[in-house]
């Protein structure tokens, strides 16, 4: 019974990888309209699709939930999904909704192009910096006071306290604000962690390959040297006779 639930998990798994994944672009897709089109004719059309695509993944969660053999340990191994299906039902943390566009989107891609170093850390950093430039200016411009009223200057903001450099020029006012800062913050470090690890694993696989390789010439150049031996003693010997 046990096998047979973790066969059916990792069948779930695979079998709505492609529909989530799908599901999560078409969700960090219809955020950025609904931020840029601040307050448009479709920002109630876009709030409910946005929600449904949430409910999508709340459902996802509590499936695999269900499928789990041991369900505590599922939801300790798993805190940062259940996170970003329960946090954002408040609304002061709605833009949390986003942690869950990163984390599929990351799940999805990392391991398939983790050997091209300088695409995993374009696409990382460009969706990490997009997806904080829209929470944050979403989080923002109407408040009292903001320094944050356009997408440039949440860009500029994102930038600058990725890479901890902080100017101090643009800075968030409200608490969700400060929460998307917080992250990022945190996410920043990560970020350069995760591009470091991927760096120092992909040299690491490159220098092994190389000795590997070196090792194989050094073998073959070892037989070539006692093939050549074996000839000139049986040359030698006919020779010699």
């Known amino acids: 019974m046990l096998q047979s639930n973790e066969a059916r998990l990792e069948q779930w798994e695979r079998k709505v990888e492609w529909p989530?994944?799908?599901?999560a672009v078409l969700f960090l897709v219809a955020y950025a309209w609904q931020v840029f089109d601040d307050h448009g004719r479709m920002h109630f059309t876009l709030e409910i699709v946005l929600w449904l695509v949430w409910a999508v993944f709340a459902a996802e969660y509590v499936t695999r939930l269900t499928l789990a053999?041991?369900?505590i340990w599922f939801l300790k191994t798993h805190l940062f999904d259940l996170a970003?299906?329960?946090l954002p039902m408040i609304r002061q943390l709605r833009v949390l909704r986003l942690i869950t566009v990163l984390t599929l989107l990351n799940k999805k891609f990392q391991d398939?192009?983790?050997q091209r170093v300088?695409?995993?850390v374009a696409g990382v950093t460009t969706i990490v910096a997009f997806c904080a430039s829209l929470a944050v200016l979403d989080a923002e411009r109407h408040a009292e006071n903001a320094s944050i009223t356009t997408f440039g200057d949440a860009l500029w903001w994102t930038l600058t306290t990725m890479s901890t450099v902080g100017y101090g020029d643009r800075?968030?006012?409200t608490v969700e604000g400060r929460l998307v800062a917080g992250l990022l913050m945190v996410g920043g470090i990560a970020l350069l962690g995760v591009i470091t690890g991927t760096i120092a694993s992909w040299l690491v696989e490159k220098l092994r390959g190389v000795e590997e390789?070196?090792?194989?010439?050094?073998q073959e150049l070892r037989n070539l040297r006692a093939e050549i031996a074996e000839l000139r003693a049986e040359l030698n010997a006919r020779s010699g006779g």
């Open 84 to 86: 970003a299906v329960v």
């Open 112 to 114: 398939k192009i983790r």
């Open 20 to 23: 989530l994944t799908a599901l």
């Open 171 to 173: 800075y968030p006012v």
């Open 213 to 218: 390789a070196e090792l194989e010439t050094a």
């Open 69 to 71: 053999n041991n369900k």
């Open 118 to 120: 300088s695409i995993y």
